[in-house]
């Protein structure tokens, strides 16, 4: 029973994207509940107002030139504001970003953008970034580059099919996530 609270608090935690604290796994569960909750209360009020500011960023770029905003993006601010701005444009407008970006700092961005997103900027880019996005994502962040593939096309996903080293077909696969994907993938392979 203590393996489900501590996955439950896993997963209610995971937008965090940092490791959960052993002590709160130690607390009962109606306790990490009321942390979680205080956790999400904490972080909406010191974020109120960022979603303003991201849709406002995204209607202001629109209209200085990808060669003086690509730049000062990269220079000046951190890929997961980059991301929230990304997050308040059309995938059109994202896509036209992203072909741009210098690789790594595009997939530190793609870390904070939605899956399904991601997968739609990635079915626009251009075909050579899209390769080297994939890539790069699958030798340093495979299992988020296997989350984005769930919504993949199958043009796309072929790429990824091409460049991903998946588990031997002994392995047990059947508590993974990814376990859709992987067998797509295994097929195209």
């Given at each position: 029973?203590?393996?489900?609270h501590?996955s439950d608090?896993?997963q209610?935690l995971?937008?965090?994207n940092?490791?959960?604290?052993?002590?709160?796994?130690?607390?009962p569960?109606?306790?990490?509940?009321?942390?979680?909750?205080?956790a999400?209360?904490?972080?909406?009020?010191?974020?109120?107002?960022?979603?303003?500011?991201?849709s406002?960023?995204?209607m202001?770029v629109?209209?200085?030139?990808?060669?003086?905003?690509?730049?000062?993006?990269?220079?000046?601010i951190?890929?997961?504001?980059?991301?929230?701005?990304?997050?308040?444009?059309?995938?059109?407008?994202?896509?036209g970003?992203a072909n741009?970006?210098?690789l790594?700092?595009?997939?530190?961005?793609?870390?904070?953008?939605?899956?399904l997103?991601?997968?739609?900027?990635?079915e626009?880019?251009?075909?050579?970034?899209?390769?080297?996005?994939?890539?790069?994502?699958l030798?340093?962040?495979?299992?988020?580059?296997l989350?984005?593939?769930?919504?993949l096309?199958r043009h796309?996903?072929?790429?990824?099919?091409?460049?991903?080293?998946?588990?031997?077909?002994?392995?047990?696969n059947?508590?993974?996530p990814?376990?859709?994907?992987?067998?797509?993938?295994?097929?195209?392979q």
């Amino acid at each position: 029973m203590n393996e489900r609270h501590m996955s439950d608090l896993e997963q209610s935690l995971a937008w965090t994207n940092l490791p959960v604290p052993d002590v709160l796994h130690q607390l009962p569960s109606h306790q990490q509940v009321q942390v979680v909750s205080w956790a999400n209360s904490l972080v909406n009020h010191k974020t109120e107002g960022f979603d303003d500011l991201y849709s406002a960023i995204s209607m202001i770029v629109k209209y200085i030139p990808h060669f003086m905003v690509i730049p000062l993006m990269v220079e000046y601010i951190r890929p997961q504001i980059a991301a929230g701005v990304c997050s308040k444009m059309s995938v059109d407008q994202a896509t036209g970003y992203a072909n741009d970006l210098p690789l790594i700092y595009f997939s530190e961005v793609s870390q904070h953008i939605d899956a399904l997103m991601m997968a739609q900027i990635l079915e626009k880019m251009k075909k050579h970034h899209v390769e080297k996005f994939i890539h790069y994502e699958l030798q340093h962040n495979q299992s988020r580059m296997l989350e984005i593939a769930h919504h993949l096309n199958r043009h796309i996903l072929e790429i990824v099919a091409k460049h991903v080293t998946l588990p031997e077909h002994g392995y047990d696969n059947s508590a993974n996530p990814h376990k859709t994907v992987i067998e797509k993938i295994r097929m195209m392979q």
